[in-house]
């Protein structure tokens, strides 16, 4: 069975060159950018609503990613959109948020519904970010329920575009150099 599925007829949307492992699942609306990368044990779920993944960004292992559905009360739902160049941390969950370009979101994180994470942000591992919280561009955040903890330093700033370009050269090293293995 494959790990990328159709779901009401509609079909994963992948980019070129992208890589995902064949541990993770991916179903229905889901449009991933070129580029970018789903690590092992990554369930993406776009039933009902979508998730757009950008470019160059990555997703790493054992991150869940779902949607809020649309009703009265919020005919859009909560979309999962996820930008560009960034990095999503081993075992974090997104359900219908909305994370801008050149973010680094640690480990174990959580991001609920409705918040927005602007441009160039870092979230410390292990944080949970309330619904409807926007992180303002340019800001370590850390913490259960997450709070704004000091401005990024140049550094910093500079270290989100490397993490992506990181997991670029991962990626395309995974694409030539990884082969399944089958014991008989």
Not at 82 to 98: Q, R
Not at 99 to 125: C, F, K, Q, S, Y
């Amino acid at each position: 069975m494959s790990s990328i599925r159709s779901y009401k007829g509609i079909c994963p949307q992948l980019g070129q060159r992208i890589y995902v492992d064949s541990t993770s699942v991916l179903v229905g609306d889901i449009r991933i950018g070129n580029d970018s990368s789903i690590w092992p044990l990554v369930a993406a779920r776009g039933d009902v609503n979508h998730i757009q993944i950008g470019e160059r960004t990555n997703i790493q292992d054992g991150c869940v990613l779902h949607v809020t559905h649309k009703n009265q009360e919020n005919p859009l739902g909560h979309p999962l959109i996820i930008g560009n160049d960034v990095t999503v941390g081993h075992k974090v969950m997104l359900h219908g948020c909305e994370i801008h370009d050149r973010v680094l979101v640690g480990m174990g994180t959580i991001i609920l519904d409705g918040a927005v994470i602007e441009p160039e942000v870092m979230i410390g591992a292990g944080s949970l970010v309330p619904p409807g919280k926007i992180l303002e561009s340019g800001y370590l955040y850390v913490g259960s329920p997450v709070k704004q903890a000091r401005p990024l330093s140049e550094k910093e700033r500079a270290f989100l575009q490397k993490s992506a370009n990181n997991y670029v050269r991962n990626k395309n090293d995974y694409l030539n150099e990884v082969e399944d293995i089958i014991n008989e």
